[in-house]
């Protein structure tokens, strides 16, 4: 047997490792095979990948008879005895008696039936809680248990265990040592330099394989932990930016002629002046424009920061140059409001026009909606074709309902962040494959390592600023009925001095009929009760936009005081004299969505209040957050953590997904290290020619729907 040939055998690769059934190991029969396949474990490589969710760490360790009372410990102890009784509310409890040699205590479960059946007499277990004292004795009530068997070290991994498949932590513990082993002679293909890991203190690939395993220290598993993670947020920047590249260079854009006369005059006639973000934000999609490749852009800004002017800025940077624009709404009710609005904004603008014996003519803007028919229709289908309609108002249907353009030049598509790739290919059909630049809006705020990651080929402007004037929105929790009895009081006394309202109706699930008649009960249970005496109107997802339209207008027009509404209120209504905003079943909406909702007021001088009802009093970790911020950046960090890890990803995607440590929360560096990487390996080889190691792995981990997920924006 040859040694040289042996150590010069190249490092195993992902490929390599996916390839080898794990039925190739030793000790793994029919059975234990068919349970690690139910586990979601077929090959080394899958084995490999299934980290510990957590480590416990025995040099922490306590015994029981030097543990305080009420101190959070960690305790290793053998079970002794188990025991479950039936309580009165038919409700399960289970006792266990354990020991360590030093003392015992009881640990006591309640609704955790299972635990009868996980905890046998004789099994070590790792436990960790608080301790009580119980009739003179300790105890802990439901502790995080954890099965760490006959395990020694120090550092003790813990596998995610699954009641139906019996693979227990130890089990794979021991087959991923038995790889680790049998990989050490050739060890494991490493997609980053040396001196990358070194710059980024990151430790070597496989190195964190075995640390991640088997840490010597928890700052060991932390290291390896980084590394990891950092390799699932390179492959995901990686093929970002490498599709990004791509669009770039496939698609020829627009080179709009920015700064020009048209948007100074309307930026001069405006009452106001812009707010500094404002004028940023308009820059920065300026220079965009001004570029040959098309721009991709979102505009995140809190409602009311005035992300309408910067729409109508980049609208206008276009027509200037003799192109058009299009300004989308996810409604009809927006859209005209959008239609009114921006008109008269552009009131009195002209653009130059070389066939008219005065070389201008007046700025043409039209709304096209459903309710825009017959000849009307017609002569607007007309003006886009020829050119001689210069921004069109709309719905999200408008670049998808066969409408030609004469020179479609830039897109703004107004509340709504996922715009899919559906429709930026349609886009990029409209106009004989110039793509026209698109800005998208939206309200919702996303932390821009959110952006980064899921909308990694998305340029960000941010309004994180409002325009000076505003009076902050009070926000108060009204739990329970008494509280209840005091929002109605206080609408009341808002419409007597002139104020309007809207009542938001509970979210049920995904059934609009529910809502809708949930939202008509609530008027009528108002209307005969506590609001008997102002004048009510019911806004709802089922009726015809005519009529809806219908109800908006009396309320704009003060013919209404109080809406009550399902969530089609949610977005860009616009009425400045409503001052309060009631949402019932407050907790069954998210941080975002009240948000956005409570953005419906402080739109005006006066100062407004939002009412968070909830029949529950139980804390509200939610609720609390928008009582204590107005500021949707901060609320969309606190949901982000509320929510927990990697959400974005995993709320949107079922099955395996590469993301498996990486969190957006806590690793927010980590992904801006990734992403610069991403465009040095890229920008260095753009279809990874070079790069075999990487391009395997994301071709084997990323799958396609990941990769399509990624670019949905
Ligand atoms: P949103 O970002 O929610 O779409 P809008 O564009 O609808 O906000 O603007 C909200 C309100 O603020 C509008 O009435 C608009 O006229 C006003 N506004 C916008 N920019 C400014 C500014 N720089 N100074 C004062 N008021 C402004
Ligand atoms: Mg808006």
Redesign the pocket.
């Known amino acids: 047997m040859n040694t040289n040939a042996e150590i010069s055998e190249p490092p195993l690769t992902f490929d390599e490792l996916a390839q080898i059934d794990i039925a190739r190991l030793k000790g793994v029969g029919e059975a234990k095979q068919r349970a690690l396949h139910e586990y979601g474990i077929n090959d080394v490589l899958e084995l490999l990948m299934t980290y510990p969710r957590r480590w416990v760490d025995r040099t922490n360790q306590q015994r029981v008879a030097d543990a305080a009372l009420g101190e959070e410990v960690l305790l290793v102890v053998e079970v002794r005895g188990v025991e479950e009784r039936q309580m009165r509310n038919r409700r399960k409890m289970v006792n266990v008696r354990v020991g360590d040699g030093t003392g015992t205590l009881r640990i006591t479960f309640f609704n955790q039936p299972w635990r009868a059946r996980q905890l046998t007499v004789g099994l070590v277990v790792a436990i960790h809680g608080k301790v009580e004292d119980y009739r003179g004795s300790l105890q802990m009530t439901n502790p995080v248990v954890d099965l760490i068997g006959d395990r020694t070290g120090r550092i003790v991994p813990i596998y995610p265990q699954s009641e139906k498949v019996r693979i227990t932590t130890w089990d794979l513990a021991a087959l991923v040592d038995q790889v680790l082993r049998r990989c050490e002679s050739r060890g494991v293909a490493d997609p980053l330099s040396i001196a990358d890991q070194e710059r980024l203190g990151l430790i070597g690939r496989f190195e964190a394989l075995k640390s991640i395993h088997g840490p010597d220290s928890m700052a060991d598993a932390n290291a390896a932990r980084r590394r990891l993670a950092f390799d699932e947020l390179l492959r995901v920047q990686v093929e970002l930016v490498r599709r990004k590249r791509e669009l770039e260079r496939t698609s020829q854009g627009v080179e709009h002629v920015v700064g020009g006369e048209l948007v100074e005059r309307f930026v001069g006639a ?1 009452p ?4 500094t973000a ?1 004028r940023r934000a308009i820059d920065e999609i300026g220079s965009d424009m001004a570029s040959p490749q098309p721009m991709h852009r979102l505009l995140q ?9 910067v729409a109508v800025a980049a609208l206008l940077n276009a027509v200037s140059g003799g192109h058009q624009g299009a300004l989308m709404a996810p409604t009809e009710v927006l859209a005209e409001q959008h239609g009114s ?1 921006v008109k008269a904004l552009l009131d009195g603008l002209v653009v130059v026009d070389g066939d008219n014996l005065f070389g201008e003519r007046p700025l043409r803007v039209e709304l096209l909606t459903n309710r825009v028919t017959g000849q009307d229709r017609r002569e607007v289908l007309a003006g886009l074709a020829d050119g001689s309609v210069d921004i069109v108002i709309g719905t999200h249907a408008l670049i998808q309902e066969g409408v030609e353009f004469g020179s479609l030049g830039a897109v703004v598509v ?1 509340e709504q962040h996922r715009f899919g790739v559906e429709q930026r290919a349609a886009l990029r059909a409209k106009s004989d494959g110039v793509v026209p630049d698109l800005l998208v ?1 939206t ?1 919702t705020p996303i932390p821009r390592t959110a952006a980064m990651t899921v909308y990694g080929d998305l340029e960000v402007s941010a ?1 994180d600023e409002l ?3 505003r009076t902050p929105i009070a926000t108060h929790w009204a739990a329970g009925p008494l509280s209840e009895a005091n929002v109605w009081a206080s609408v009341r006394d808002e419409v007597a001095t002139g104020r309007q309202a809207y009542v938001v109706c509970p979210l049920i699930g995904e059934s609009e009929n529910l809502e809708v008649a949930s939202a008509e009960e609530t008027f009528e249970h108002l209307a005969a009760g506590e609001l008997s005496n102002v004048r009510l109107g019911l806004l709802h997802g089922r009726m015809s936009s005519a009529e809806k339209e219908a109800t908006m207008e009396a309320f704009r027009a003060r013919q209404i005081d109080v809406l009550v509404a399902t969530t089609v209120i949610e977005v ?1 209504v ?1 009425v ?1 004299n409503a001052t309060v905003m009631v949402v019932l079943d407050a907790d069954r909406f998210g941080i975002a969505q009240l948000h956005q909702l409570r ?1 419906r007021v402080g ?1 005006g001088e006066h100062a407004s209040t939002c009412w968070l009802m909830t029949t529950s009093e139980d804390a509200n970790p939610r609720i609390e957050a928008l009582v204590g911020s107005t500021d949707g950046f901060e609320l969309a960090e606190i949901d982000l953590e509320l929510r927990g890890e990697g959400t974005l990803m995993s709320s949107a995607q079922k099955g395996r997904s590469d993301l498996r440590l990486a969190s957006l929360r806590r690793d927010r560096e980590l992904i801006e290290q990734a992403r610069e990487v991403a465009f040095r390996i890229i920008d260095d080889d753009p279809e990874l020619a070079r790069s075999d190691v990487l391009r395997s792995e994301i071709a084997l981990l990323l799958s396609e729907r990941e990769g399509d997920y990624l670019t949905k924006s």
Not at 272 to 275: A, D, R, S, V
Request: no cysteine; net charge negative; aromatic share 4%.
């Open positions: 405006l106001f002046p812009l707010t404002q800004g809190d409602v009311g920061a005035g992300k309408t002017m609005g107004d809006m309200a309004l325009p000076p004037g860009g616009d400045p953005g739109r």
